[in-house]
């Protein structure tokens, strides 16, 4: 079975302050798929980046940037020099290779960035 | 570009009255649909997924349906509402198997 833990619940920072998200994954199926999402309060989940299970090439987007270590069964999620607008819950989720896009999501990270 | 809409935004029903949310989503052909629902403070849970016309597996077993008359409609639907059924639900779609889904705005649901 698949499972996706964020140990972190909540975090807060201070403005321009980096922040990293720790996502710890387990699965059995040598091919699986990770995400990110983003829930501002409006409620609504934003996709962020989709990694599979043979790229372990870290990528950097913007001010966002994703380190995947199959060693470790680790996604994690930094935020170079938050910002207000990044107050969200941050969801990990991860698919494994089966019939059809059976996603397991992590409870999330509230991530709040104070002023 | 594809767009989703999900309706209503926010619903107060009472204890045992029938429910139905709708969804609905355009720009793409025989997309795969899915339900999701989030309790307060935890992630979220795939109630329904659908990969074509009248193709609805279940996910975990409970007071509610879904159904796909079309091929870009998917309605989540209950007899009877619990409390328990209480929570944001999420309608989602995605093109091809692992790809990313998107997002509908999300029904917010309380059973009084």
């Known amino acids: 079975a698949q499972k996706v833990t964020q140990a972190q619940t909540e975090i807060s920072v201070v403005e321009k302050e980096d922040v990293t998200l720790d996502c710890v994954y387990e699965?059995?199926?040598?091919?699986?798929?990770l995400f990110w999402y983003k829930q501002p309060p409006s409620g609504e989940l934003v996709f962020l980046i989709r990694?599979?299970?043979?790229?372990?090439q870290n990528e950097i987007s913007g001010r966002y940037s994703w380190n995947f270590q199959k060693s470790t069964s680790s996604f994690n999620f930094t935020i170079t020099a938050s910002q207000v607008v990044d107050s969200a819950v941050y969801f990990c989720?991860?698919?494994?290779?089966?019939?059809?896009?059976?996603?397991?999501f992590g409870t999330g990270t509230k991530l709040q960035v104070i002023p | 570009s594809q767009t989703i809409h999900q309706w209503p935004a926010t619903l107060v029903q009472p204890v045992g009255s029938p429910l139905s949310l709708e969804c609905t989503v355009e720009?793409?052909?025989?997309?795969?649909l899915y339900w999701y629902r989030q309790a307060a403070g935890r992630g979220l849970q795939l109630l329904f997924y659908?990969?074509?016309?009248?193709?609805i597996s279940s996910e975990v077993p409970q007071n509610l349906s879904a159904s796909r008359p079309q091929d870009r409609q998917f309605i989540l639907s209950s007899k009877k509402l619990l409390l328990s059924d209480s929570g944001f639900y999420l309608c989602?779609?995605?093109?091809?198997?692992?790809?990313?889904?998107?997002f509908g705005q999300g029904t917010r649901l309380t059973v009084v």
């Open positions: 989602a779609w995605s093109v091809l198997k692992h790809t990313e889904a998107f």
């Open positions: 699965t059995r199926d040598t091919t699986y798929y």
């Open positions: 990694r599979n299970s043979f790229d372990e």
């Open positions: 989720a991860l698919s494994e290779r089966v019939g059809y896009q059976k996603v397991t």
């Open positions: 720009g793409t052909s025989n997309p795969n």
């Open positions: 659908s990969v074509g016309i009248g193709q």
